[in-house]
């Protein structure tokens, strides 16, 4: 059984910073690929970064703003944020799956586990 549990969200000014958490427990099998989404009220889920094995993919909107890392021992990924804007703001959720081709890395139909989400509010 595979497990994703999210933290770090807040409230922060824009131009901020927050470092989301997600640990993961159980085994996902085959060759894993960790994903962060967000949504906020009335717009789909949307891609916001992943990394498989050594291949990290970014949206447009948290190039340059955005870093995926993670701790092994730790079975955590973390999504540092910085230069938070108001658009920004919804709520972020951890995913995975395994055995991506690499077009399927954005399509959130593909993920089979996911997290209960973590709320990320920016605002002055």
């Known amino acids: 059984q595979v497990q994703l549990v999210e933290s770090g969200g807040g409230l922060v000014q824009p131009g901020g910073s927050l470092r989301l958490s997600c640990v993961i427990s159980?085994?996902?099998?085959?060759?894993?690929?960790i994903a962060w989404f967000r949504q906020s009220p009335g717009n789909e889920r949307e891609f916001v970064a992943c990394?498989?094995?050594?291949?990290?993919v970014y949206s447009d909107s948290g190039k340059g703003r955005f870093t995926l890392s993670r701790d092994v021992a730790k079975n955590t990924v973390y999504l540092q944020m910085n230069s938070l804007k108001p658009e920004d703001t919804a709520t972020y959720y951890c995913?995975?799956?395994?055995?991506?081709?690499?077009?399927?890395?954005?399509?959130?139909?593909?993920?089979?586990?996911w997290g209960q989400g973590t709320r990320v509010t920016v605002s002055s």
């Open positions: 995913a995975a799956g395994s055995n991506f081709r690499q077009p399927e890395l954005r399509d959130r139909g593909r993920y089979s586990y």
């Open positions: 159980g085994q996902i099998g085959g060759t894993p690929t």
């Open positions: 990394f498989r094995v050594t291949n990290t």
